[in-house]
T-cell receptor, first 116, second 116 residues
Framework: NAGVMQNPRHLVRRRGQEARLRCSPM?????VYWYRQLPEEGLKFMVY????????ESGMPKERFSAEFPKEGPSILRIQQVVRGDSAAYFC??????????????FGPGTRLLVL | AQSVSQHNHHVILSEAASLELGCNYS??????LFWYVQYPGQHLQLLLK??????LVKGIKGFEAEFIKSKFSFNLRKPSVQWSDTAEYFC??????????????FGTGTLLAVQP
């Protein structure tokens, strides 16, 4: 089984440009999570999505960041007008279900975003 | 606010030494607990998880962790480390119970270097 796939693995953008990060969950998984790892810090939750629904976006910056998980295709994390502080590793994870007996989340390889 | 503390940021051991990495969380309710490992150049992999039942959990590669509810701790252990265990280790928690979503709260990680 293919694991969680993310692309691109590395992304370089200049300040003011847009970054689009893609995540394809594991087969059979319908829940997607995005996390961000800033330099010298642990992973921080950003957003939790199910197909066509944002369940929890409490970790998303209020501006410039958006996420979607359409009915068809990968989940997309979009960062508009990037700034140097957006440079980080962005990880996607997926799980087959959620609820009181939470399933473990399986992580992709991450996208390393560098903003020049 | 809910948080996860990993007190050892860097650990250096010789091969065959025993390992214990500390993890404490601040949440009074039911929790699901995880240890993830990130080998150099690779993505996060699940080492072990605790949802309920026996508080001593066995994971892959000879790792185990013990959930001590009274101490809010979930320490990771391995009786004899190998050079290949060199990696960064992350403790994570999902506070479960009514209204909670499935977001992982991570510690800042512990970098383990095993000397041959």
């Amino acid at each position: 089984n293919a694991g969680v796939m993310q692309n691109p693995r590395h992304l370089v953008r200049r300040r003011g440009q847009e970054a689009r990060l893609r995540c394809s969950p594991m087969k059979g998984h319908s829940h997607v999570y995005w996390y961000r790892q800033l330099p010298e810090e642990g992973l921080k939750f950003m957003v939790y999505l199910q197909k066509e629904n944002i369940i929890d976006e409490s970790g998303m910056p209020k501006e410039r960041f958006s996420a979607e998980f359409p009915k068809e295709g990968p989940s997309i994390l979009r960062i508009q007008q990037v700034v140097r502080g957006d440079s980080a590793a962005y990880f996607c994870a997926s799980s087959p279900s959620s609820g009181r007996t939470s399933s473990a989340q399986y992580f992709g390889p991450g996208t390393r975003l560098l903003v020049l | 606010a809910q948080s996860v503390s990993q007190h050892n940021h860097h650990v250096i051991l010789s091969e065959a030494a025993s390992l214990e990495l500390g993890c404490n969380y601040s949440y009074g309710g039911t929790v699901n607990l995880f240890w993830y490992v990130q080998y150099p150049g690779q993505h996060l992999q699940l080492l072990l998880k605790y949802f309920s039942g026996d508080p001593l959990v066995k994971g892959i590669k000879g790792f185990e962790a013990e959930f001590i509810k009274s101490k809010f701790s979930f320490n990771l252990r391995k009786p004899s480390v190998q050079w290949s265990d060199t990696a960064e280790y992350f403790c994570a928690v999902i506070p479960s119970g009514g209204g909670a979503t499935n977001k992982l709260i991570f510690g800042t990680g512990t970098l383990l270097a095993v000397q041959p």
